[in-house]
Nanobody, 121 residues
């Protein structure tokens, strides 16, 4: 019902930058928020950054000042600009979207397939 297509992951040296994108499509009536999570080997999935449809953002303390989340409501797309990357940022990054489908009175969470980000020292 909702498809999320992520792109932009890869291998980068410490101090480098990457930009992730996630585009949502399907029977979307509205999106109240979009977010990026990450999951490193042996660790729990954690919130990296979130943005509401109104543009309000919040970040994990570990990425404040280095990562920037932004959204394009017209394209149902969310971006994560990652600068000054560190080896500890290495993880699989997942897009999360809170969607109300056409004809539904409730919201549901949808997840992307994940994209690998590897930062070498």
């Amino acid at each position: 019902q909702v498809q999320l297509v992520e792109s932009g992951g890869g291998l980068v040296q410490a101090g480098g930058s990457l930009r992730l994108s996630c585009a949502a499509s399907g029977r979307i009536f509205s999106i109240s928020g979009m977010a990026w999570y990450r999951e490193a080997p042996g660790k729990q999935r954690e919130l990296v950054a979130r943005i509401t449809s109104g543009g309000r953002t919040n970040y994990a303390d570990s990425v404040k000042g280095r990562f920037t989340i932004s959204g394009d409501n017209a394209k149902n797309t969310v971006y994560l600009q990652m600068n000054s990357l560190k080896p500890e940022d290495t993880a699989v990054y997942y897009c999360n979207v809170k969607v109300r489908l056409q004809g539904d009175p409730w919201e549901s969470d949808y997840w992307g397939q994940g994209t690998q980000v590897t930062v070498s020292s």
